[in-house]
Nanobody, 116 residues
């Protein structure tokens, strides 16, 4: 089982920035896809962004142009740079990795609160 540890969440004012990290216990090149999801208070979990093994990225329309997903192979870590944050970005953010066999592993989540 792959271990994932998120960090970087916190309280930020609207318009501010945060960078989330997701450290993995395995090589990032052993994963087919790496994703960020979020669950706003009282709502269902929703997909935010994906980076594929080859480096292709995709974003939900709600974050496109504001969020950037990336990875560092030397650190086996994935990132989510979040700029121009809005109150509606408030959520628990979780990372997920999926192996070539289709097995998915999740992190424990990190809270992001956007409020003045």
């Amino acid at each position: 089982q792959v271990q994932l540890v998120e960090s970087g969440g916190g309280l930020v004012q609207p318009g501010g920035s945060l960078r989330l990290s997701c450290a993995t216990s395995g090589s990032i090149f052993s994963f087919n896809t790496m994703d960020w999801y979020r669950q706003p208070p009282g709502k269902q979990r929703e997909w935010v962004a994906t980076i594929q093994r080859g480096g292709t990225t995709r974003y939900a329309d709600s974050v496109k142009g504001r969020f950037t997903i990336s990875r560092d192979s030397a650190k086996n870590t994935m990132y989510l740079q979040m700029n121009r944050l809005k109150p509606e970005d408030t959520a628990v953010y979780s990372c997920r990795v999926t192996s070539w066999a289709g097995d998915a592993s999740w992190g424990q989540g990190t809270q992001v609160t956007v409020s003045s």
